[in-house]
């Protein structure tokens, strides 16, 4: 069967969203109750809303402390630092006793080390600081067995051999039980040489003593010690584990910290000469989602009746065969959306404020959740938002990778996974309220939809996920403290005329299932779109021949075709974008039936949809009254579906790189391919 798709205008419904139809490929997850087989889970209506404090990421008690003076920037970045497990509260209660409960996490960190990790915060080149940062990453997770369930009929680490082990090395022989959990830490958003860039096939385990296969095509060979270019802008970058095939387990346990780059204009410092507020009025918050135990134990679905499996293994019509999933599992599901939201490994926090201007770097860091944010004023001490106001407007001054071309006041903003936006909050005329940062976003897989055009089944029942903090203006205004901010002094983070177009690179999104019927998302190449009739596009999992090969110092469009009906965050490594605009595609589908083969790394064969007759439509409007504020530098871009998204790219180091949705359930299962520069 062949579906004919058509141009989608999209038209603007009451909450500026944009409707789009379901690929069959991907039901919506719905709400479920659920006991797992590790005991009953937490409540997340019976847990506290804004009791504790939210830790803030730049407070200078929580920067490394290496070579930090007095709260500021490192001019000579030196680091070691460790990977290990440790317990930690996270504001999680036992509802029938009020008693605190503790959690197992992975953090990073020094002599203390925590979820998230502690802040690095350098000076760039430009300013003055180092050439680099150097950070030596100790592996020291030597437990018999992962926090969390390991689906090893991944493509991952331990799974390697033949075509997929590129030095012929046959990674089976290894275990986590043996050898311990495998880990590399990427630097995202990080202009790093590509020994250095947390590449997913440079793993090792504890101590070394197993390299993932591309080591041993490095100069010098296996290290743990990484460096750091600080010849970028000021910005925000973060880090996290990139593990092949367990990103999105290393990630949830904890594995994840901002890292700032301060300049002589984004000092940090509170004479900068933008009037930019600073610390105490500089906020840094990961927002992230997670399931517990009744116990406070971190929780990940894998088996059958845990949350997501019915809708995607047994709703699916997956089989899995009990010698490789011994009582169904565990399994790697295609998302994963938490019903409890964490703010700094804190579950619903509050911070106290003055009736000023408050600067908050807001990092997605959830594992497939798009949020869709905005704040409101209900009355101080309310933890619903029955009584909520109108939304606030706000001002979007930045993205991943600077400052933006021009301040932009939105009361709703897009927010994908992987990307971090930097947004000024005015508090002055609130005082004596609680304003509530709000998501408007589903509990689903996004496709663009937010607000009043989402259905009953995108949403949990009882939903909590539509409050992610809280700001009581209760602290009174500190006149030694100036409050200069004006958004008429952000601007020149992205170019305006940038020239002739560069050559066209044209990628595909597509998504297929596995040998075993399991959905698997994938990325590839479109041909001959100028030719509608003769246009087709094909999909590669990852270990095939690399296909992304841009020349050292080229500049390229990228032409990114969503043939899913789902939003995927695509992210690339190495380099920083312009995002151009996006187009209404128009092409034909077989939907996966009989569909077209791709090889799997065990040598099975998944298959995908059979997409032709490509044709590319009218540009979407879609800019800051829809929720979408990109007019900055940035390293994720939301490719909605059945569009193409353009964006405009420049490759300045040569190595082996990666491109990916930042989707991490996605990424560790086929959608990411090697990016070759040179």
Known sequence: MTTRRRFLQGSALASAAFLFPMHPFLRRARAVAFDSGIGPLSDPARQPKFLELAPNALDPGFLFKDLNQNG????????????????????????RNGRRLPTRIWGYGTDTVSWPGQTFQVMSAAAGGADETVVRWENELRGKKHLLPVDTSLHWCYSLHGESSANGVDYRQFSISKDGVPIVTHLHGGHSDFQFDGNPEFFYSPDGRVKGPQWDFVPGGFTNTFRYDNHVPAGNLWYHDHALGITRLNVYAGLAGFYFVRDALDTGAPDNPLGLPAFPYELA???????????????????????????????????LPPELFPDGGPTALAEFFGDHMVVNGKIWPKENVEPRHYRMRLLNGCDSRFMVIRFRAVPLGDTELTNAGAPIPFYVIGSDQGLAAAATQVDTLVFEGGSRYDVVFDFSGLQGYRIIMENIGGDAPFGGDFGGALSPEDLFDDRQTDRVMAFDVIRPFDNAVADNFNPANIGGGVPGDMGPEPPIRRVALFEGTDSFGRLRPLLGTVHETANAAGSFATPFAWFQPTTETPGLDTEEIWEIYNFTGDAHPIHLHLVKFRILDRHAIDFASDEGDPG??????????????????????????????????????????????????????????PGRYVWHCHILSHEDNEMMRVLQVG
């Open 72 to 95: 500021g920037p490192a001019h000579r970045p030196n680091f070691s630092l460790r990977l290990r497990e440790v317990t930690q509260e996270t504001g999680l209660i036992n509802p």
């Open 285 to 319: 918050y990961a927002i992230q989602d997670r399931m517990f135990t009744e116990k406070g134990e971190l929780f990940y679905p894998a088996f059958p009746g845990d949350p997501f499996y019915d809708d995607f293994i047994t709703g699916e019509g997956a089989v």
């Open 596 to 653: 077209q083969p791709v090889a799997q790394h065990d040598g099975g064969e998944g298959k995908a949809p059979v997409i032709t007759g490509i044709s590319v439509g009218p540009v979407v409007d879609l800019g800051p009254a829809h929720g979408y504020v990109e007019n900055t530098p940035k390293d994720v871009v939301t490719t909605l579906p059945e569009q193409m998204t353009r964006i405009r790219v420049t490759f300045d180091k």
